[in-house]
């Protein structure tokens, strides 16, 4: 039995199913990852500073007009759709296997394909809220703002509710993440390096019958993991549903 073969097999069987995912698995709707050749973090631009930098609580603070511009020229993609990895993933959910994803994307794909149980580590774009009155506003709603956007209600500074660098997760999202992480028999992590802390290390609390590992390069866990498969996500649920999954 193949790798391919044991995955679906797995999949098939599971009844407390975690995906686990990262910027790979978006990268087929148009949205770049961050450290790949041509990842944002290896990309060339025009701006003097590192992206970590820009994308950081202090440099928000300190040159918010650089940092809205930043942050809208290279992480707002308002028209990318679902892909088929996405797709497949939310239609594993059925009244006989519960499904949580745990993702470190904000891009909200996964729930725009249909999961219904989704803990955003980093949370999303489509969510932003005003620092003076609390006002929340969509990613509609900030696109039709100006350069720097403000509250319209008060004047207040508009920030993306994401998680910047110097900025702690969430904890009630962190809470809900590592429980469906410590319920689930199969574990299945996408498209990322797994290098990004702490989220990387949420996978110690996996315990389940199956870990299964699907990125185009290597990781450090490879060896560690059940299945490892360094391939391309959408031809690997490609071959996935020519199992039956």
């Known amino acids: 039995m193949d790798q391919i073969e044991r995955l679906a097999q797995a999949l098939k069987e599971s009844r407390?199913?975690?995906?686990?995912?990262?910027?790979?698995?978006?990268?087929p709707s148009g949205i770049p990852d961050f450290r790949s050749s041509n990842g944002l973090y290896n990309t060339k631009s025009k701006y003097p500073y590192p992206a970590e930098t820009m994308i950081s609580h202090s440099f928000y603070e300190r040159h918010n007009e650089m940092f809205w511009d930043f942050y809208r020229s290279v992480m707002l993609f308002?028209?990318?759709?679902?892909?088929?990895?996405?797709?497949?993933?939310?239609?594993l959910e059925t009244p006989e296997r519960q499904v949580a994803v745990v993702t470190q994307n904000i891009d909200g794909l996964h729930q725009a394909a249909g999961s219904t149980n989704v803990f955003e580590l980093h949370g999303s774009v489509h969510r932003n809220f005003c620092q003076s009155c609390g006002r929340q506003y969509t990613l509609e709603d900030l696109l039709g703002m100006g350069a720097?956007?403000?509250?319209?209600?008060c004047g207040g500074a508009i920030k993306p509710d994401v998680v910047l660098y110097e900025e702690p997760l969430n904890e009630e999202v962190v809470y809900g993440a590592v429980g469906a992480i410590?319920?689930?028999d199969?574990?299945?992590?996408?498209?990322?390096s797994l290098v990004v802390y702490p989220a990387a290390s949420y996978l110690r609390y996996f315990s389940g019958d199956c870990l299964a590992l699907i990125n185009k390069s290597e990781t450090a866990y490879d060896s560690s993991a059940d299945i490892a498969l360094n391939d391309d996500v959408i031809r690997v649920v490609q071959q996935l549903k020519e199992y039956g999954v």
């Open 16 to 27: 407390h199913l975690c995906v686990f995912t990262g910027a790979g698995i978006s990268v």
């Open 78 to 91: 308002p028209q990318a759709k679902p892909n088929e990895a996405h797709r497949f993933f939310a239609s």
């Open 148 to 153: 720097v956007p403000r509250c319209p209600k």
């Open 182 to 184: 410590r319920r689930s």
């Open 186 to 192: 199969v574990m299945v992590v996408v498209g990322t």
